[in-house]
């Protein structure tokens, strides 16, 4: 049978509480916290993610989408400005 | 001295009296219920001197015996025992205001229990969130010490303009985090034993409290001292600590307060001057966004359950109309914004610059908090008081 690769991603807008992490089913398992990343954001492993959407009522910042619903979206909202104080202090280095 | 004498010495005071009125009322307490309790030990007594065994505890046809939790990859979850029929069944309203845990057999008994007076957060709407099971999970994978995790030897000296302003800023977060620990703990006995899991979520977030107060505590004394309190500071903590109610104190508290320390964390690339510092920051980030995500969904399911939506966000935006304006009379303190932008300019002599770069974290951290509000379905933006731009400006 051919795999499925999932739907569900995680924009850059994620604050990394991790709500979404231990929604996804043990057996699945296909969030994962990104390593390196000074904001603790999460990411889905598409491939091993089962469309069982149980993550995305849990993200307070409503970071989580369904590509067959929204398609692939920017993040959108307050947590895009830090975009303005980073490029602010790189310009500044 | 002999054995006899020292053990004279040691023995307790005579009574003082300074308890008297206390205990006595202790003791009618549980005189006037002499008839529940004292006939159970009576009983019990009884059984025992007969030479006869109850085993009442092994009949199971009122329990939810026998359908066995599957431990997931993780191990075993709340959220893999709450999928087993009888356990996860979390109600809106709690009748059973005791210590008799959920999912067991305890409706045979309640008339002989006593009552828990304190647990008055009896509805669901009052301290439940969606994300609480797994946010609970997390926090206990993403627990640290700020004693060995933090690599304290490699601190390096800073010039002291950068210092001061490390140290300043260390003793404004050790002033306002545990607000976060004496908040939660005020309602923490209030909601019932049903609600386990909001239970221990903020018990973690107590925890998680303890910690940053003590890291920040550390790292200001390791590096010069704690320098100085502030009065508006202090106003902001009384605003959380005095709310009327649990939903609202923890939408001021979780949801505006720890969100914009949050941004401050979230920024801590930038603010950080040593790498100590930006790890304190980066490990005190994750603590702070689970906070930040319970505050959040905690308030969306408060409107969601409201009997009367219009009526509880009326009243909401009552309170957050006052309490914003607390919360920012600690947001403008000099003793935060100064070093802030000490910090983030790189110096004393770069102080202006710096404030450039405190425009564009006010103005981040106000968006995220109204990014927050609608989360939660309480749109603010009409009418936050919390201006968008920063008073100076620029950014």
Redesign the interface.
């Known amino acids: 049978m051919a795999h499925k690769a999932g739907h569900f991603y995680i924009d850059e807008?994620c604050?990394?509480?991790?709500?979404?992490?231990?929604?996804c089913?043990?057996?699945v398992?296909a969030i994962y916290q990104v390593q390196g990343d000074?904001?603790?954001r999460y990411a889905i492993v598409l491939d091993e993610c089962i469309d069982c959407g149980f993550c995305a009522?849990?993200?307070?910042?409503?970071c989580i989408h369904d590509a067959r619903a929204e398609g692939i979206v920017e993040g959108t909202?307050?947590?895009t400005?830090?975009r303005?104080?980073?490029a602010?202090?790189r310009a500044?280095a | 001295m002999s054995t006899a004498s020292r053990v004279e010495t040691l023995r307790p005071l005579p009574p003082t009296g300074m308890n008297d009125e206390q205990v006595a009322r202790y003791e009618s307490q549980f005189k006037e219920h002499t008839n529940r309790w004292a006939e159970i030990l009576q009983r019990n007594a009884d059984r025992m001197r007969k030479g006869e065994y109850s085993l009442h505890w092994m009949k199971t046809d009122q329990a939810a015996w026998g359908r066995r939790a599957k431990?997931?990859?993780?191990g075993l979850?709340y959220?893999?025992i709450n999928n087993v029929p009888g356990y996860g069944d979390i109600p809106e309203r709690v009748t059973f205001l005791s210590f008799a845990p959920r999912g067991a057999v305890r409706e045979p008994y309640a008339d002989e229990m006593p009552v828990v007076d304190d647990y008055t957060l009896v509805d669901r709407g009052e301290s439940w969130a969606?994300?609480v099971?797994?946010?609970y999970?997390?926090a206990k994978?993403?627990q640290w010490n700020a004693t060995r995790d933090i690599p304290w030897s490699e601190l390096e000296r800073l010039p002291e303009d950068l210092e001061k302003a490390t140290c300043q800023l260390c003793t404004f977060l050790t002033e306002v985090e545990f607000v976060a620990g004496d908040f939660p703990a005020k309602w923490l006995y209030k909601i019932p034993q049903d609600f386990l899991e909001v239970k221990s979520f903020i018990v973690t977030q107590m925890m998680d409290e303890a910690r940053h107060q003590e890291v920040f505590r550390k790292r200001a004394i390791a590096g010069g001292g704690l320098l100085h309190a502030s009065p508006g500071f202090e106003w902001a903590l009384k605003a959380i600590n005095d709310a009327p109610t649990h939903t609202m104190g923890t939408f001021l508290l979780n949801l505006l307060g720890e969100g914009l320390v949050?941004s401050m964390f979230?920024?801590?690339?930038?603010i950080a001057k040593t790498h100590v510092d930006?790890e304190i920051f980066?490990r005190c980030?994750?603590d702070e966004?689970?906070h930040?995500?319970y505050?959040?969904?905690e308030l969306k399911n408060y409107l969601d359950n409201a009997p009367d939506r219009p009526a509880a966000l009326e009243e909401m935006h009552r309170f957050a109309d006052v309490g914003e304006q607390v919360i920012l009379t600690s947001f403008t303190e000099a003793a935060l914004v100064e070093p802030m932008a000490i910090l983030?300019g790189?110096g004393l002599d770069k102080i202006d610059?710096g404030m450039?770069?405190q425009a564009?974290?006010w103005?981040?951290s106000?968006?995220?908090?109204?990014?927050?509000c609608?989360?939660a379905g309480f749109d603010r933006r009409d009418r936050c008081t919390i201006p968008l731009d920063s008073p100076w400006g620029q950014?």
């Open positions: 807008t604050i990394g509480c991790g709500a979404c992490d231990h929604a089913p043990g057996k398992d000074f904001l603790g009522p849990l993200c307070p910042v409503a909202g307050g947590y400005r830090i303005e104080l980073q602010w202090a500044r | 431990p997931s990859s993780r979850t959220t893999d969606d994300n099971v797994t946010l999970e997390e994978a993403r949050l979230r920024s801590g690339e930038m930006k980066r980030l994750q966004a689970r930040v995500s505050g959040v969904l983030l790189g610059q450039e770069g564009h974290l103005k981040m106000v968006e995220e908090y109204l990014q927050r609608e989360r950014g």
